[in-house]
């Protein structure tokens, strides 16, 4: 059983247990420990985080704990989740920590952690961070002062990653491209309109003011009715909304309609495949991926691979397989070519070098699939009890399933990261999932909330 890492990493209201400085400081203490630091210079770790005002608290909190176990720390500042995955590795780093609660309010933050190679770390490596954390305080006496690491800021960070990020699509141009792009007030708010201007687009920012309190505040991939709006009053060709740490992406085109990850991911695949660059014709997705985009990808000859909700289950099959495509339709995609981690801007960048290669649209690129009626619904809860324990849960769910007779589904699951319950709901018609979505949600209301 996990205490404080959920499906991506430690997460919480800040300053509430566990995202507490002290919680923090024995955090720090513990990775130095687990990634073999010894010394001033034996170890290092790039630290990065979004723009969430209690990033300053976590940030010192856990640079104090790495440097007193003799750890160095190469800090970063405000910089995308997946520019931290990206820097660690370049730079020979040991480990990475992001300071972000990605899509969730500005109340809430967390500690994303990575290995050397830019990976997000494996079950048994976070509980042996946990074992540490809660055992006990780690005893640090043996770093003398002469051992204490150091601290530095990396100046150039932003540099090293726009130049990275540039590459991905070689010597692409974006000249005459009008983009609506919006950094939800997050740790892309300064690196991403750069990357798509130095490229020659002409770029329109929203969420590009954070105030500590603003990230993910009616804007970013959780609000994508923003760049909707702004797209159809601006006349631009696209809209790009990431999300508070730039890990993940959702589009619109050009007449507003909003453009999922389900669809991004199709599109792609259908490019790579034609171009014999999809690794074993396959693509990884998650169990809420539209039925749509399985029916699509089946006609097209491309095989899926399916995993639980979360991109590091999509990413631990992908490395398991040696598959190069695989995301969630919350916009989490990953292209294993070039990025460890989600990267919405790397996915931006491809999905337009596309529309110039191709010659198409965005809405025409996306036409490839046709939407199952889908409905998620999400639902505080007291307490996660399993699904399949709650008899009258159980038995909601299995006359669903009855119904739906093969022509739709019906998934309920827990969120890793927030106390929440999910209902994922397709049918062949809004009345049916409308009418099952209501039905489940009344019995949720009444065992759980």
């Given at each position: 059983m996990r205490e404080l890492f959920g499906t991506d990493g430690i997460r919480g209201k800040a300053n509430t247990y566990p995202i507490t400085p002290e919680i923090a400081?024995?955090?720090?203490?513990?990775?130095?420990?687990?990634?073999?630091?010894?010394?001033?210079?034996?170890?290092?770790?790039?630290?990065?985080?979004?723009?969430?005002?209690?990033?300053?608290?976590?940030?010192?909190?856990?640079?104090?704990?790495?440097?007193?176990?003799?750890?160095?720390?190469?800090?970063?500042?405000?910089?995308?989740?997946?520019?931290?995955?990206?820097?660690?590795?370049?730079?020979?780093?040991?480990?990475?920590?992001?300071?972000?609660?990605?899509?969730?309010?500005?109340?809430?933050?967390?500690?994303?952690?990575?290995?050397?190679?830019?990976?997000?770390?494996?079950?048994?490596?976070?509980?042996?961070?946990?074992?540490?954390?809660?055992?006990?305080?780690?005893?640090?006496?043996?770093?003398?002062?002469?051992?204490?690491?150091?601290?530095?800021?990396?100046?150039?960070?932003?540099?090293?990653?726009?130049?990275?990020?540039k590459s991905s699509i070689r010597d692409t141009s974006l000249k005459g491209v009008k983009i609506v792009l919006d950094c939800a007030n997050g740790a892309a708010y300064l690196l991403a309109p750069l990357i798509f201007r130095e490229l020659g687009a002409e770029v329109k920012t929203i969420g590009v003011s954070p105030n500590g309190h603003n990230i993910n505040e009616n804007c970013g991939a959780t609000y994508p009715q923003r760049i909707s709006e702004e797209v159809v009053k601006s006349k631009a060709d696209i809209g790009i909304a990431l999300d508070g740490d730039a890990d993940r992406v959702i589009f619109c085109d050009s007449h507003g309609s909003i453009v999922n990850g389900d669809k991004i991911l199709g599109l792609c695949a259908l490019d790579f495949s034609a171009r014999k660059r999809l690794a074993a014709n396959t693509i990884v997705l998650t169990s809420m991926s539209n039925m749509g985009l399985h029916k699509a990808m089946q006609k097209a000859g491309i095989k899926i691979e399916v995993t639980d909700v979360g991109d590091r289950y999509v990413i631990e099959k992908m490395r398991s397989g040696s598959f190069n495509l695989g995301g969630e339709q919350s916009g989490h995609i990953i292209f294993m070519d070039y990025a460890t981690t989600g990267d919405g801007i790397i996915a931006a960048l491809h999905v337009m070098k596309l529309m110039f290669s191709s010659g198409k649209s965005l809405k025409q690129l996306a036409s490839f699939m046709t939407d199952f009626p889908q409905k998620i619904t999400s639902l505080n809860v007291r307490e996660k009890i399993p699904v399949m324990e709650i008899p009258s849960l159980a038995d909601i769910i299995k006359k669903c399933e009855s119904a739906l007779d093969g022509d739709g589904r019906v998934i309920v699951r827990y969120s890793g990261t927030e106390n929440k319950i999910r209902i994922l709901l397709e049918a062949l018609t809004e009345e049916k999932v409308s009418l099952w979505t209501e039905k489940i949600s009344k019995v949720i209301k009444k065992e759980l909330v």
């Amino acid at each position: 059983m996990r205490e404080l890492f959920g499906t991506d990493g430690i997460r919480g209201k800040a300053n509430t247990y566990p995202i507490t400085p002290e919680i923090a400081l024995q955090v720090g203490k513990a990775i130095a420990h687990i990634f073999g630091a010894k010394g001033h210079g034996s170890a290092r770790a790039v630290i990065g985080k979004d723009t969430r005002l209690s990033g300053y608290m976590i940030e010192t909190a856990l640079t104090s704990g790495l440097v007193s176990m003799g750890m160095d720390v190469l800090a970063v500042g405000p910089m995308p989740t997946p520019s931290v995955a990206h820097l660690t590795k370049s730079m020979g780093a040991n480990c990475g920590i992001m300071i972000t609660a990605s899509h969730n309010p500005s109340d809430d933050n967390g500690i994303k952690v990575f290995s050397s190679d830019g990976f997000k770390l494996p079950d048994e490596l976070e509980l042996d961070i946990e074992r540490h954390v809660l055992g006990g305080e780690i005893n640090s006496e043996h770093i003398n002062t002469q051992l204490i690491g150091k601290a530095y800021r990396i100046e150039d960070a932003r540099g090293r990653y726009i130049e990275f990020a540039k590459s991905s699509i070689r010597d692409t141009s974006l000249k005459g491209v009008k983009i609506v792009l919006d950094c939800a007030n997050g740790a892309a708010y300064l690196l991403a309109p750069l990357i798509f201007r130095e490229l020659g687009a002409e770029v329109k920012t929203i969420g590009v003011s954070p105030n500590g309190h603003n990230i993910n505040e009616n804007c970013g991939a959780t609000y994508p009715q923003r760049i909707s709006e702004e797209v159809v009053k601006s006349k631009a060709d696209i809209g790009i909304a990431l999300d508070g740490d730039a890990d993940r992406v959702i589009f619109c085109d050009s007449h507003g309609s909003i453009v999922n990850g389900d669809k991004i991911l199709g599109l792609c695949a259908l490019d790579f495949s034609a171009r014999k660059r999809l690794a074993a014709n396959t693509i990884v997705l998650t169990s809420m991926s539209n039925m749509g985009l399985h029916k699509a990808m089946q006609k097209a000859g491309i095989k899926i691979e399916v995993t639980d909700v979360g991109d590091r289950y999509v990413i631990e099959k992908m490395r398991s397989g040696s598959f190069n495509l695989g995301g969630e339709q919350s916009g989490h995609i990953i292209f294993m070519d070039y990025a460890t981690t989600g990267d919405g801007i790397i996915a931006a960048l491809h999905v337009m070098k596309l529309m110039f290669s191709s010659g198409k649209s965005l809405k025409q690129l996306a036409s490839f699939m046709t939407d199952f009626p889908q409905k998620i619904t999400s639902l505080n809860v007291r307490e996660k009890i399993p699904v399949m324990e709650i008899p009258s849960l159980a038995d909601i769910i299995k006359k669903c399933e009855s119904a739906l007779d093969g022509d739709g589904r019906v998934i309920v699951r827990y969120s890793g990261t927030e106390n929440k319950i999910r209902i994922l709901l397709e049918a062949l018609t809004e009345e049916k999932v409308s009418l099952w979505t209501e039905k489940i949600s009344k019995v949720i209301k009444k065992e759980l909330v």
